[in-house]
């Protein structure tokens, strides 16, 4: 989405300035604006937020304050969405810089999916085949899969939508992260190579044969994390002999490789309470976004806690959400003015919650 530029005033604030001023209007808001901030964002905007989490927990933590008008959310596109799908009509949900997207999410769209959907359902009865999204996505997809007796799911609780989508049909397609699709399915017992294959959009039948499509329990979406397909095995090896004894902890959008090499995966709340819980003197190498390995490093100084990536590797739309647009967005809300207003139409929005309200059950 396109996002003009901040205006002069606000781009040019210092650090110290944009705190001062968001502090204030936080203040002079009080009840009337609740902040959400997800893990991966920086220091100085979690600093000013009221809750912190992964995507499960915030896509819950949105609905805490109905007397709220506010919901600022500081994390990506479809995170606020979700989170105006969630609540109730009369509060606004803000996301203050339009452009912080997920290229993940942009790997699916409708068209694309219901290409998908239409040639799956030339051989198979529609009713056999199950869709899941990841939260990863746009709300129209939402939609899509709510409308279809589907569901939605997070890295929190993916095995436990995905079994009960296979507990509805017998085939799962799972969009758009093929990495978390295939992990899960790996956890759930099923063979990465012959219960799965993989759809790309691009192609006729996704690239795959009609037999192996009739084969097939999973049906995983070609799309990607950029941040998180960076992770290697190699990096797990080179950290295991630089630091005998070391606990690797993955995000589950990592490749199926890198998931199997660590010892240990889950959503970023998991990864966070894992370390954050671990015995004193322990070492970690943490295969995440880097704000959130960083803050985790910090807020245990007891452990030894690294990325697996020695280069850094920020969540570049995430990393959109700069103080200064939180300023912007707070102080127009306090003048009367909400800017970036997330809003969903009220027909994608009906499914979509289907789906949303499904995901929120199954944990
Ligand atoms: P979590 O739900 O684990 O926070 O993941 C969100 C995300 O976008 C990871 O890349
Ligand atoms: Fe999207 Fe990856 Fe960024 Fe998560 S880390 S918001 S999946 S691009």
New binding site residues.
């Given amino acids: 989405m396109y996002q003009a530029p901040l205006p002069e005033e606000y781009a040019t604030l210092t650090k110290e300035e944009a705190r001062e001023r968001i502090r204030k209007a936080k203040e002079t808001l009080g009840s009337r604006v609740v902040i959400l901030g ?3 964002q920086r220091d100085e905007i979690i600093e000013h937020a009221d809750y912190r ?4 927990k915030l896509a819950k933590d949105a609905n805490r304050h109905p007397e709220a008008d506010y919901i600022v959310f500081c994390g ?1 596109h479809f995170m606020a969405e979700s989170a105006d799908i969630l609540t109730p009509d009369h509060q606004k949900v803000i996301l203050p810089n339009l452009a912080a997207g ?1 290229s ?1 999410a942009d790997m699916a769209n409708l068209f694309q999916v219901r290409n998908c959907w239409k040639q799956l359902s030339e051989l198979f009865p529609p009713e056999s085949i199950v869709p899941v999204t990841y ?2 996505s746009a709300a129209n997809l939402k939609a899509f899969v709510g409308e279809r007796g589907g569901t939605v799911c ?3 609780n993916a095995p436990v939508a995905v079994e009960w989508a296979l507990g509805q049909g017998e085939r799962v397609l799972f969009f758009p992260d093929q990495h978390l699709g295939r992990n899960t399915g790996v956890k759930l017992g099923f063979d990465p190579y012959e219960d799965m294959v993989v759809w790309d959009p691009h192609r006729p039948l996704g690239g795959n044969t009609e037999e192996d499509l009739k084969k097939a329990k999973f049906i995983l979406w070609k799309g990607h ?1 950029s ?2 397909q960076r992770f290697t095995v190699e990096q797990i090896e080179k950290a295991r002999k630089e630091h005998p004894g070391v606990k690797v902890i993955v ?1 589950p ?1 990592c490749t199926y490789e890198v998931v199997q090499a660590a010892d240990f995966n889950g ?3 998991v990864i966070i309470r894992t370390v954050t819980e671990a015995e004193p003197g322990t070492t970690w190498a943490v295969g ?2 880097i704000n959130l390995v960083q803050r985790l490093a910090k807020e245990n100084p007891d452990k030894t806690v690294f990325c697996l990536d020695p280069m850094i590797c920020p ?1 570049s739309t995430m990393y959109r959400i700069h103080p200064s647009f939180l300023c912007w967005a707070l102080e127009n809300l306090v003048a009367g003015t909400p800017v970036n207003v997330i809003e969903v139409p009220p027909k994608v929005k009906h499914f979509a919650k289907t789906g949303l309200d499904r995901m929120l059950t199954l944990i």
Avoid at 53 to 56: A, E, M, R, V
């Fill in positions: 997800h893990h991966y989490g992964d995507s499960f990506v997920c993940m939260i990863n997070t890295s929190t994390c941040v998180h995000h959008e959503s970023t709340e995440t976004e969540c």
